[in-house]
């Protein structure tokens, strides 16, 4: 039962992540970082526009930092709402929970069931 209620966890904070997007703003971030490298390096700039395309394009990504960053705390958030509501449904499997959490193998089987749940979500959405 306390494997099924962490891998219930996993699967809300997997769904969690999807909802907010957060694939996309790491993506997002990426190519800010990427762009302005770019510009660093261009020839076609002088000194001084670099300057200034530089600093839009650290306002760009601590944007886009920010917004990952408090989309990410909103999952963790859920999840522990999701967690404490699990435990205020089974009051005993609290200690066998936390065990689990912070264990090797508890980690190693979560990371394996969410990867298994992706790839059933994935083969889902790709039939729909």
């Known amino acids: 039962m306390t494997w099924l209620l962490l891998g219930l966890l996993g699967v809300v904070f997997i769904e969690m992540c999807f909802l907010l997007r957060l694939p996309e703003k790491i993506a997002t971030m990426a190519r800010v970082g990427r762009d302005s490298l770019g510009l660093l390096v261009s020839s076609k700039l002088d000194d001084g526009q670099k300057e200034i395309a530089v600093r839009k394009a650290s306002l760009d990504l601590l944007k886009a930092t920010l917004v990952?960053?408090?989309?990410?705390?909103?999952?963790?958030?859920?999840?522990?709402?999701?967690?404490?509501?699990?435990?205020?449904?089974?009051?005993?499997?609290?200690?066998?929970?936390?065990?689990?959490?912070?264990?090797?193998?508890?980690?190693?089987?979560?990371?394996?069931?969410?990867a298994c749940y992706l790839w059933v979500r994935n083969a889902v959405r790709q039939k729909l």
């Open 68 to 114: 990952f960053s408090t989309r990410f705390v909103l999952t963790c958030v859920v999840g522990y709402l999701a967690y404490r509501l699990a435990v205020e449904l089974f009051p005993d499997r609290r200690g066998d929970m936390l065990r689990l959490l912070v264990s090797p193998a508890g980690v190693i089987a979560m990371i394996a069931a969410s």
